[in-house]
């Protein structure tokens, strides 16, 4: 596994693109970076603030689910 260090960040090209562009991201020990390859403006996002978003998408599945199991307990053939 490669460390994230302060002095060296992890630049790495995926696979996704948007409008036609690699994305590349950055890896920070605080926060990673995202830009499009060939430009300039770039997008920081703390590692807290994406930890925090994961667990809220999973909150939300979770409810989603359990309110679809609720309307589907009314049904009885």
Partial sequence: MTLIRPDSPVRRETAMTYRGRTLVVELHPRHLT?????????LTVGWDAIYHLAWKILARTQADEKAAQKKGRGKRP
Avoid at 34 to 42: D, F, T, Y
């Fill in 34 to 42: 995202l830009r499009e390859k060939g430009r300039r403006q770039a």
